[in-house]
């Protein structure tokens, strides 16, 4: 069965530094994954898919198959980045989607 | 912003109550998609359709009900059968099933008490 599997509940960083969450899946064959963030009173929405290989507000993220992962970075953290963080997987053939539980960064000045 | 609006923002209700929330898009989008979020939990999807008169159970549909009568239209009732109604639901659709992009409404915060 299709999982995701985010490690950290909460992840802090101080501005400029690098971040990374992380984002394992369970998936048989060539999966297409998703990030998506919900910052404070907002709704919860697109932030990257890796089929576009784009940079969204200066996140990217990398498939490896290998290590079957799809974790997240930005080189310099931004106080704006604090929110929570959700990594989804496709599934019953993209029919609907599986969230992993998020990760909450705090990005501290 | 529009797109797909959720009311009421707060619900409160008693115990052995049911409680019905709306969901309704003016995006024109075929699927639509219920899910609980609980701190720790992430979403779980509760149903999803994918056309009018169409849906289907997620994981966690137990005590929950649902109908597509309409397009823009997927309403949830939380029946009194389920056993830990209190939390965050949100509502989502995408133009068809299989195209993955979701949108999502603002969410409904239920208490039972």
């Known amino acids: 069965a299709q999982r995701v599997t985010q490690p950290e509940k909460l992840l802090s960083v101080f501005k400029g530094a690098p971040v990374e969450l992380k984002c394992n899946y369970s998936?048989?064959?060539?999966?297409?994954l998703f990030w998506y963030v919900q910052y404070s009173r907002q709704r919860l929405q697109l932030l990257l898919r890796h089929i576009s290989r784009e940079s969204i507000k200066g996140f990217t993220a990398d498939l490896n198959k290998g290590e079957t992962s799809f974790h997240l970075k930005k080189p310099f953290a931004q106080e704006e980045d604090s929110a929570m963080y959700y990594c989804?997987?496709?599934?019953?053939?993209?029919?609907?989607?599986?969230f992993g539980p998020g990760t909450r960064l705090s990005v501290l000045p | 912003d529009g797109g797909i609006t959720q009311s009421p923002k707060y619900l409160f209700r008693k115990e052995g109550q049911n409680v019905t929330l709306s969901c309704e898009q003016n995006l024109n989008h075929d699927a639509m998609y219920w899910y609980r979020q609980d701190p720790g939990q992430g979403l779980r999807l509760i149903y999803y359709?994918?056309?009018?008169?169409?849906?289907q159970k997620g994981d966690i549909a137990e005590g929950y009900s649902v109908s597509r009568e309409k397009k823009e239209s997927f309403p949830l009732t939380v029946t009194s059968a389920q056993k830990n109604p209190t939390a965050f639901y949100l509502c989502?659709?995408?133009?068809?099933?299989?195209?993955?992009?979701?949108?999502f409404g603002p969410g409904t915060r239920l208490t039972v008490t």
């Open positions: 989804a997987l496709p599934r019953n053939y993209g029919q609907n989607f599986v």
């Open positions: 359709s994918q056309i009018v008169n169409d849906f």
């Open positions: 998936y048989s064959g060539s999966p297409e």
């Open positions: 989502a659709s995408s133009i068809q099933a299989g195209v993955l992009e979701q949108y």
